[in-house]
Every structure is written in C-alpha cells, then in structure tokens.
C-alpha cells in the first residue's frame, strides 16, 4: 500500500489546497460577487458538461486504467495505446455534436419555464464538454503511470483559481455576463493545455498516428468492456449532477445558487476518497490481474477504515461549525437555506468512503457487467426520490434523496462483493470510529457557544479535532493513522 499512500497523500494534501480556494471561491467571493441566479448557472452549465462526458469518451478512461498494464512498454511507446484513446472520444464528441444541434431547440424549452438564463447559454456546453473530455481521458492516462499529484494540482488548484480570477474580473470590471461564461470555459481550455504539456515533459506523449497490431487485435475485448464500464459511468455522472440539475428545472436558478454552495460544503469530506480511487485503481487492476485476492481483501479493508476515520473527522468538524460557516459569508442569511443539505450530502458521501474501494473491485474484475445493473438501480432510486422529494422539501429533499439511493446502492455492492469474492471491509475498528464519533459529538455539544464567529470556529475546530485525533490514536482504529503518527513523533523527536 505504499504507493497509494504516498500518492495518496499527496494527492489529497494537493486537493485539500484547492478546497482551500474553492473554499474562497465558494463560501466568500461567489456569494459577494454573483447573484445566486448567476452561481445557478455556471454549476448548472458545468453538471450539464459532466453529465455528458461520460458519453463522448466513450468508456476510453476505463479502458485505460483497465488495459495500459498489458500495452505498457516505454521502448515501443505504449504500443500507441494513447491514440486509441484520443481517438476515440473524438468520435463520442462528433456524434453528441450532431445530437445536440438537432435537439437544441427541446432542451431550451424545457429549461426555459424556470431558468431562462440557462437555455440561452447552453450552447456553451459544447466547448466545455470538449475540454472536460480530453482532460478526463488524459488524466487517467496520466494515473495509469501513477502520475496523479500534477493532474491534481491542475485541476484542484489551477481551475479554482482561474476561476477566482475570471469571477474577480468579471465584477471589478462590470463585464458583460457572456465575459463571464467565457472565462469559465477558457480556464477548462487552458487545463486542457497544460495535461498535454505535462504528458510531454513525461515524454509519454504521441501524436494519433500510430497504433500497434497488439492494440488493435484487443480492440473488440476493449470495447465490450467499454460498453458496460461506459453505461456505469454514464450512470454514476447522472447521480453525481442530476440533483443539481433537477433542482434547476424544478425550482429555479436562484435556489439553484443556494444548493450549489451547500453541495460544496458536504461534498468536501470526499477529497481524501477521490485522491486514493485514482491512485489505487491501477494496483487493484494489477492485483486482479495475477489473482492477488488476499492482497486485494487487506487493500480493501484498510482503505475502509481510513477512509472511514477521515470522513467522520471532516463531517464531524463542518457539522459543528456549520453555522458559523453561513455567518462567516457574504449574504449567508440567503445561503443559510441549505444547512440541512450540507448534513445529508455529508453523510452520503461518509456512506461512499466507508464501503471503501468497493466500485473500482467490481469494474475492474469479471464482473464488471454487473455494475452496470447496480448502476441502473441507483439511477432509477437517485431520479424517483429526486422527483418525490424536491416538490416536498425543495434543496434539502434533493440532498435526502443522494442519502437514500447511495445507501442502497453501496448495500448492494457490498453484499455483491461478500456473496461472489469472500471479501467485505468492515472490522469492530470500524465500530470504534462510530463510537469515536459520537464521543467527540458529544463533547462538541458540551462547549459554550463564543460571541465571536471567527474565536468560536477556531476553538470549536481544534476541540473536536484534538478529542478526535488522540482517542483514535489511543485507541488503534486505524493501524496506518498510527504508524504516520509514530513516524511525525519520531521526526520531532529526533528518532530514527
């Protein structure tokens, strides 16, 4: 697990900067700057992109983490497999272009009764959508030679700050609201540029000219694996953003805005899953490979409960202050409105990190094809209890909805994984993070509330941190939190 450790940590340390400024983007400069109409629109037209890439990639991503350990060879220059997956997409895009002019005019309409605004830029999509998918195949790409800290500091760190950058712009100047729009495209443009000049500096890149016959005669295999992998990825996309977008269409831009900060504030207790998926996809690829499968059962479990501890630390810390995060922020008042979703995305994505690396075992093993049903039945329950929720509760039953369908969703790939592999990742450690949890709740209800925000945000933070930290370190819920802490102790200390 070394590897997915450091990376790992890397990776995260590296994303934990960007939420740092996502964090000022979203929290201060966003609800200072924009109208909520305005923030409505530009996470209306960037879930709308993501929604569509997994389409027009055309499962090339997949593919890759899937298959690179079989074309990997420096001297032949991976056998051309980088331009299979240029290509690829390239045709997934051709035919969404197609697609997209002759329905144009539907999807207009059918935004246009509550967010006008929305129907009359979304022929920016396209752009956006061009950007985002070769961005999304080259870092995969870029993560199957085990490269994901400079793909990461791109996207986390360089886009938030474009995007800071392009806001500031706009409102300092008064710009037209199109500069707006553009601006946010052009800083995917510019990601875009700078993966393909770091490809470079690897010297992994080549121009799609050249594919080995070792590519080409896996051609069929790779694409009945596309097929299937695509469709679950299609359907995780949709999960991912169909909230956001239904709250558009069935509520309206404004409270569009308001769910759009909150979603960011609950979804930032993912950062750490998202940095070790993409690192430990290609070592599950390996260890599936050459039937590793006790390597893989101990992969899973330890990922779990670190995961797991992580994710109860960082809810736990934004739970506790959220309302002195609304206090904090321009017009809170207004975004306040979304504090009950910030708790159910929370808890959807605690659900998400504690059943561990259970997503990339099925995809990458044979049993990949059934993914794709497990990811229909989340599609149907996160769409149905969008539809049943929202007209009840607004924002905050949209939110519900992603707790209901992801604890479905993950109960069934868990029990999957334990019926057919023998593997499950839960251990009573994991119960001992609950209970952690739940002490350190309880102490956070003891503290006296500070008159002042700021005192009370800081000391609120370091309480429930420090009672957190050390009971699972006395406690040896996670073997790994141990170790890292025996190693900073010993550094301090001048041990070797």
């Known amino acids: 697990m070394g590897i997915i450790q450091r990376q790992g940590i890397r990776g995260a340390l590296t994303s934990y900067l960007g939420v740092v400024i996502g964090t000022l983007n979203v929290l201060w400069l966003y609800p200072k700057l924009l109208q909520p109409g305005e923030i409505g629109l530009l996470r209306g037209l960037a879930d709308f992109a993501a929604i569509v890439v997994p389409f027009v990639v055309l499962g090339a991503s997949p593919v890759c983490i899937r298959y690179f350990p079989m074309f990997k060879d420096e001297a032949r220059r991976h056998n051309g497999f980088l331009s299979l997956l240029l290509l690829v997409p390239l045709i997934g895009f051709a035919l969404f272009t197609l697609i997209f002019f002759l329905t144009s005019g539907w999807l207009q309409d059918f935004f246009a ?96 000219t050249y594919i080995d016959a070792k590519v080409l005669t896996k051609i069929p295999e790779m694409g009945n694996y596309a097929f299937f992998v695509l469709l679950g990825s299609v359907g995780a996309m949709i999960v991912g953003k169909i909230d956001s977008l239904m709250v558009i269409k069935m509520v309206g831009l404004t409270d569009g805005g308001v769910y759009s900060i909150a979603l960011f504030i609950g979804t930032v207790i993912e950062i750490p899953r998202r940095a070790i998926s993409q690192i430990s996809a290609p070592v599950i690829a390996h260890q599936i490979a050459r039937q590793e499968m006790d390597a893989l059962a101990n992969l899973y479990r330890r990922i779990s409960i670190n995961q797991t501890v992580v994710g109860l630390l960082l809810l736990l810390g934004i739970w506790a202050n959220v309302d002195n995060l609304f206090a904090l922020m321009p017009n809170g008042q207004v975004y ?111 503290l006296p509330r500070l008159p002042h925000v700021a005192l009370d945000l800081a000391v609120r933070s370091a309480v429930v941190g420090g009672v957190f930290v050390t009971l699972v370190i006395l406690l040896h819920i996670s073997p790994d939190a141990n170790n890292m802490f025996t190693k900073m102790l010993n550094r301090l200390t001048g041990k070797r």
């Open 113 to 208: 009764a509550k967010s006008a605004l929305f129907s009359q830029y979304l022929y920016l999509v396209l752009p956006l959508c061009f950007c985002l998918m070769y961005y999304t195949v080259l870092e995969s790409y870029s993560r199957s030679l085990h490269k994901i800290v400079v793909p990461a500091f791109i996207n986390e760190v360089l886009v938030r700050l474009g995007i800071l950058a392009t806001v500031t712009l706009y409102a300092v100047l008064n710009m037209q609201q199109n500069s707006l729009l553009y601006g946010y495209v052009g800083v995917y443009a510019l990601a875009l540029l700078l993966i393909i000049t770091y490809i470079h500096y690897l010297k992994a890149w080549q121009t799609p």
């Open 336 to 446: 306040a409105a979304g504090k009950y979703v910030v708790l159910f995305i929370g808890l959807a994505k605690l659900i998400d990190m504690s059943t561990s690396i259970n997503n990339e075992i099925i995809t990458l093993s044979k049993y990949y094809r059934y993914h794709l049903f497990m990811m229909l039945l989340l599609v149907t329950l996160t769409i149905g209890a969008n539809l049943l929720l929202i007209p009840r509760w607004g924002i905050t039953g949209a939110a519900l909805a992603s707790v209901i369908a992801l604890f479905v969703f993950n109960l069934v790939k868990y029990l999957f994984i334990w019926a057919v592999m023998k593997m499950q990742p839960f251990t009573l450690h994991t119960a001992g993070a609950f209970l952690v949890a739940g002490i350190t709740w309880g102490v956070n209800l003891l």
